[in-house]
């Protein structure tokens, strides 16, 4: 069974820029995470979606950060403008479905802002 | 709202000696409780899980947790370590009901003494 895939696997900007980050769930997995994983912290939730809709985005910065999982398959996650505080690790993970249901874990795209 | 704490920062250990990871949690109502390992340049993988039933969980690779209601920890123990479980380990939890976001705690650095 093929894993959680995600690209870039790094990235390095300038602050203002913006930059797109990919993520591909595993087969017939219902629900996708991002998560973002800063230094020294335990992974924060960004935004959850069941299917191709939004189950839980209260923890996402709206006014820099956009995801979208079109056709309840594939994600991306945008960040424009990138601050340098968005310094950090991007993990995607997948689970059948929601509640008690364990997720798996993509390797995650580290993001540097300078 | 749900909360994590992993006192320790790292946790040395001879290989063959006793292995034990501590968390202790915060929830309203009943926790849903996780254990994670993260592996350098890795993503995080499931290691068990306690929903209900037997204190006593157990998991992948030799580990297992005991659930305390009384004391509100999850210790993740693994009776003789090897060097290959250095690593980082999470702890999480979620609420039953509310909403369905997991939190994770700051995570423990393992490293295993050959």
């Known amino acids: 069974e093929a894993g959680v895939a995600q690209s870039p696997r790094y990235k390095i900007i300038e602050k203002r820029q913006s930059v797109a980050f990919w993520c591909n769930p595993i087969s017939g997995h219902a629900t996708l995470y991002w998560y973002q994983q800063i230094l020294g912290q335990g992974p924060k939730l960004l935004i959850q979606f069941q299917n191709n809709g939004v189950v839980d985005d209260s923890q996402l910065p709206k006014d820099r950060f956009s995801a979208e999982r079109l056709k309840g398959v594939d994600s991306t996650l945008k960040i424009q403008p990138a601050k340098l505080e968005d310094s950090a690790v991007y993990l995607c993970?997948?689970?059948?479905?929601?509640?008690?249901?364990?997720?798996?874990f993509g390797p995650g795209t580290r993001l540097t802002v300078t | 709202a749900q909360s994590v704490a992993q006192p320790e920062d790292q946790v040395n250990v001879a290989e063959g000696n006793p292995l034990t990871v501590k968390c202790t949690y915060s929830v309203s109502g009943n926790p849903y409780l996780f254990w994670y390992v993260q592996y350098p340049n890795r993503g995080l993988q499931f290691l068990l899980k306690y929903i209900t039933g037997d204190n006593l969980v157990k998991g992948s690779y030799g580990f297992e947790a005991e659930f305390n209601k009384s004391q509100t920890s999850f210790h993740l123990k693994k009776p003789s370590a090897l060097v290959s479980d250095s690593a980082l380990y999470f702890c999480?939890?979620?609420?039953?009901?509310?909403?369905?976001?997991?939190?994770f705690g700051k995570g423990n650095q393992v490293v295993v003494i050959p």
């Open positions: 999480a939890v979620r609420e039953t009901g509310g909403n369905n976001r997991l939190a």
């Open positions: 993970a997948s689970s059948l479905g929601q509640g008690v249901s364990e997720q798996y």
